[in-house]
């Protein structure tokens, strides 16, 4: 059905439905209402689909860079655990040996070395000693007493007894703590003398000498060394009080005459192995 067409127009006529509708009316809201932006939709029930993070507060020091793989992980609680069981049975030994006096100490340590007690050694009484035997020598030799030349120096026996040898009676006696000193002449104008043949001496052989108390102490040669008499180990030959042992001494080396002689010093160092009956 056609439409009415507004007076003094032309053309198509507008349909009948069209004309029909009214201009848009502002419909004023029921007293009470109040107007503006609508409030934010209530949250439904139940965990949001979405969520913002909130923030993390910052520590208050940087954390330490890890120096390693697996460096910064916690100790297992049981590794903990086992170690402080272990320390606390390490210090109830220690009180249990020091209220016994029992060594339980050992019981934590590994094997003990294979190594002598101190003093492993026989110690002698002091003694003069009274007759030398070197059987790798042949020397069978009686001993005197000498003590300081008029230079400082170690006496020797008189030249008409070159066959004796000479215990120096400032130190110790063979078989005390300490180096027991026994001089003897290497020669004379006439022939050999009582340590003419020291040089050939080695280690490991035998020296006795027999003391005055019917006691023969026995020793062990460890080197025989021959020395400049101007470079002479003080310290060496006359201060060792480690052990008991003996020093033979006699000339050697090089004949340089007037009041030297000989240029060297022969010395056989020896050690206190054992001690008999005469």
Same mark, same amino acid.
């Given at each position: 059905? %056609?439409?009415?067409?507004?007076?003094?127009?032309?053309?198509?006529?507008?349909? =009948?439905?069209?004309?029909?509708?009214?201009?848009?009316?502002?419909? %004023?809201?029921?007293? $009470?209402?109040?107007?503006?932006?609508?409030?934010?939709?209530?949250?439904?029930?139940?965990?949001?689909?979405?969520?913002?993070?909130?923030?993390?507060?910052?520590?208050?020091?940087?954390?330490?860079?890890?120096?390693?793989?697996?460096?910064?992980?916690?100790?297992?609680?049981? *590794? +903990?655990?086992?170690?402080?069981?272990?320390?606390?049975?390490?210090?109830?030994?220690?009180? +249990?040996?020091?209220?016994?006096?029992?060594?339980?100490?050992?019981?934590?340590?590994?094997?003990?070395?294979? =190594?002598?007690?101190?003093?492993?050694?026989? !110690? *002698?009484?002091?003694?003069?000693?009274?007759?030398?035997?070197?059987?790798?020598?042949?020397? @069978?030799?009686?001993?005197? @007493?000498?003590?300081?030349?008029?230079?400082?120096? !170690? $006496?020797?026996?008189?030249?008409?007894?070159?066959? =004796?040898?000479?215990?120096?009676?400032?130190?110790?006696?063979?078989?005390?703590?300490?180096?027991?000193?026994?001089?003897?002449?290497?020669?004379?104008?006439?022939?050999?003398? &009582?340590?003419?043949?020291?040089?050939?001496?080695?280690?490991?052989?035998?020296? @006795?000498? =027999?003391?005055?108390?019917?006691?023969?102490?026995?020793? @062990?040669?460890?080197?025989?060394?021959?020395?400049?008499?101007?470079?002479?180990?003080?310290?060496?030959?006359? /201060?060792?009080?480690?052990?008991?042992?003996?020093?033979?001494?006699?000339?050697? $080396?090089?004949? &340089?005459?007037?009041? #030297?002689?000989?240029?060297?010093? +022969? !010395? &056989?160092? %020896?050690?206190?192995? /054992?001690?008999?009956? #005469?």
């Amino acid at each position: 059905m %056609a439409g009415r067409q507004p007076p003094g127009a032309s053309g198509p006529r507008m349909p =009948e439905s069209v004309l029909r509708k009214q201009p848009a009316q502002i419909v %004023a809201p029921p007293p $009470g209402v109040i107007t503006g932006r609508l409030p934010a939709p209530r949250p439904a029930p139940g965990r949001p689909a979405f969520r913002k993070p909130s923030p993390r507060p910052l520590p208050k020091t940087p954390p330490r860079p890890m120096r390693g793989r697996g460096q910064g992980k916690p100790w297992p609680i049981g *590794l +903990i655990a086992l170690a402080l069981l272990f320390l606390g049975l390490f210090v109830v030994a220690m009180g +249990i040996g020091a209220a016994t006096n029992v060594d339980l100490g050992g019981l934590f340590s590994g094997p003990a070395r294979n =190594e002598p007690p101190p003093r492993a050694f026989p !110690v *002698l009484d002091p003694s003069r000693p009274e007759r030398l035997t070197i059987p790798a020598i042949n020397v @069978e030799a009686p001993i005197l @007493e000498v003590g300081l030349a008029a230079d400082g120096t !170690v $006496g020797v026996p008189p030249l008409k007894r070159h066959n =004796e040898a000479g215990w120096f009676d400032g130190g110790p006696t063979p078989g005390q703590f300490g180096p027991a000193l026994i001089v003897g002449h290497a020669d004379t104008r006439t022939g050999p003398s &009582v340590f003419h043949e020291l040089p050939k001496l080695k280690p490991g052989q035998r020296i @006795e000498v =027999e003391r005055a108390d019917n006691s023969v102490a026995v020793f @062990e040669v460890n080197s025989v060394e021959h020395f400049d008499k101007g470079k002479l180990p003080v310290q060496r030959v006359y /201060s060792d009080f480690t052990r008991p042992s003996l020093r033979l001494m006699t000339c050697g $080396g090089r004949w &340089v005459g007037g009041s #030297t002689g000989y240029a060297d010093n +022969i !010395v &056989v160092f %020896a050690s206190l192995v /054992s001690a008999k009956k #005469t």
